[in-house]
């Protein structure tokens, strides 16, 4: 029987509480916006079209993501890791430039204009950099840059994570105003800057060699 190795198991679980928590936060967001009366916006393309398009472009990124990880998957059937990606890549692109734009364009709250602006550009960088190492069948980096695009659409989980526990997390910050703020930024510098440390950082301190 083949054994599982610890490293490998270690991943798995990680994608199994990122998936978990993905559904969970995805039913809060859906059941926030679309279920009651007069969240969506006045008129159909006064938001209501925009919230849906990005919606539609995210689900096959929050979906297909984490089989992307999966290696058995990758290697036993590599033109379904491609089908799966490049759904991925469309659908991270589209909700990207949505959320740019229901962000930082037609957004109400102005301390997250910038942020929003910054996360949906890292996130559409992330993932045509990604496509594109692949393509050139850098795979090393391909993987790199797939998890740092990720990271990114993982915003979704790390926003409404951060607000849960904001009490413990934000309890210095007493201005409501500031501490959506400080939120906003931290729900995707935080999980970048961990993601770096593990990715590049400590590999180049300990002289390996990482994308
Ligand atoms: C695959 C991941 C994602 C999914 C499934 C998703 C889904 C959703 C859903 C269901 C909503 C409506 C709920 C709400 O307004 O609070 C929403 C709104 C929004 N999302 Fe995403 N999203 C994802 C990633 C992102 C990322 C990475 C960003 C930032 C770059 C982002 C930016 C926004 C913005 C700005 C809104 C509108 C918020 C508002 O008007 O208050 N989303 N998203």
Not at 37 to 46: I, M, V
Not at 107 to 123: F, H, M, P
Not at 140 to 166: C, E, G, K, N, P
Not at 200 to 207: L, M, Y
Request: glycine content about 6%; overall charge positive; some cysteine.
């Amino acid at each position: 029987m083949n054994r599982i190795s610890l490293p490998r198991f270690r991943g798995y679980f990680l994608l199994s509480v990122v998936s978990a928590l993905s559904l969970y936060y995805l039913y809060r967001a859906i059941t926030y916006r679309f279920v009651p009366a007069g969240r969506l916006g006045p008129t159909l393309f006064n938001k209501q079209f925009w919230y849906f398009s990005h919606l539609i472009f995210a689900l096959p990124v929050l979906s297909g993501a984490p089989l992307q990880f999966i290696a058995p998957i990758r290697a036993r059937a590599p033109h379904w890791h491609r089908a799966v990606g490049k759904a991925y890549v469309v659908g991270a692109c589209g909700a990207a430039l949505l959320a740019i734009y229901l962000g930082a364009i037609v957004g109400e709250y102005e301390g997250s204009r910038l942020s929003l602006a910054l996360t949906g550009s890292l996130w559409l960088f992330f993932t045509l950099a990604a496509w594109r190492l692949a393509v050139g069948k850098n795979f090393v980096a391909h993987r790199a840059f797939m998890i740092r695009s990720y990271t990114m659409a993982l915003v979704l989980v790390w926003l409404r994570l951060m607000y849960d526990f904001q009490d413990y997390l934000f309890f210095y910050v007493t201005n409501p105003d500031l501490r959506d703020a400080t939120r906003e930024w931290a729900s995707w510098v935080v999980p970048l800057l961990v993601v770096e440390l593990w990715l590049a950082w400590i590999p180049t301190v300990r002289g390996r060699k990482r994308a």
